[in-house]
């Protein structure tokens, strides 16, 4: 009965130092368990019932003062922000910037393109001097050729002037096409440099948020691992309490 009692108690002591042995106080519990091997040896040796069920009382207080500094390290490690890069408030304002996060926000909403100009606009303002001045040269330089005012020369005047018309049309055209092009680019290179801005504003809001996520990711695993790390405490305690109790049944 002795031996079953002191693998009872020393399997408590050991599941209490298993049970933490992540955490920074690990080697309290370390200590504890070593503090207590020599009780567990006294207990074992001991054959006077009323010596042993001191010796167990011995090793209840110890073990249970052992598993209050463990709390109490528990609670000045998970109390004290030092120890972690997150916060309640890290979590409130990443929900809130979720919440206002709008991909279409990032995105430039542009008109159509409208070119309002036409080919009428580009047409020599002196068209009809040009004109007249071809004719008249035309026509001087047939009268002058003897060919007077018949057929010929109003051929050769109607000519000359569908000529320079023709001319003076694709000159017009060019400088149409060319404006009308110059007018996309500046529009396209507006639209572009409009959403490079944006680009820009969003890899920063992106930033921000990736970073938010991390603190509020942190401060959520540190709150599960505090958990985590009071419950097994608490049931360590508790397995070492019920196998004390067993082993006192047996004295």
């Known amino acids: 009965m002795a031996n079953y009692a002191s693998s009872a108690l020393a399997g408590a002591g050991t599941g209490a130092a298993a049970g933490s042995v992540a955490g920074p106080w690990g080697a309290l519990i370390g200590a504890g368990v070593g503090t207590l091997a020599g009780l567990f040896s006294a207990y074992e040796q001991e054959q006077d019932s009323k010596r042993k069920q001191q010796i167990l009382d011995d090793i209840k207080g110890r073990f249970n003062i052992s598993q209050d500094e463990v709390m109490s390290l528990l609670g000045q490690y998970y109390d004290n922000p030092e120890n972690f890069l997150g916060t309640e408030q890290d979590v409130k304002d990443y929900r809130a910037a979720l919440a206002e996060y709008n991909p279409d926000n990032f995105v430039y909403n542009f008109d159509e393109f409208n070119y309002d100009k036409s080919i009428d606009d580009f047409v020599n303002p002196y068209y009809d001097k040009i004109i007249d001045a071809t004719s008249n040269k035309v026509?001087?330089?047939?009268?002058?050729?003897?060919?007077?005012?018949?057929?010929?020369?109003?051929?050769?005047?109607?000519?000359?002037?569908?000529?320079k018309d023709d001319e003076l049309y694709k000159t017009a055209l060019q400088q149409y096409n060319a404006d009308r092009s110059q007018s996309y680019q500046e529009w396209s290179g507006n639209i572009t440099a409009?959403?490079?801005?944006?680009?820009?504003?969003?890899?920063?809001?992106?930033?921000?948020?990736?970073?938010?996520?991390?603190?509020?990711t942190d401060y959520t695993t540190q709150k599960q691992n505090e958990m985590s790390d009071r419950i097994a405490a608490e049931q360590n305690r508790n397995n070492g309490n019920l196998q004390l109790a067993s082993a006192e049944l047996m004295i």
């Open 139 to 163: 026509q001087h330089s047939a009268a002058g050729a003897g060919v007077g005012r018949g057929t010929g020369a109003a051929n050769a005047i109607a000519e000359a002037v569908a000529q």
């Open 194 to 216: 409009m959403q490079n801005k944006l680009n820009q504003l969003r890899a920063a809001t992106d930033t921000k948020m990736n970073n938010l996520g991390t603190l509020a």
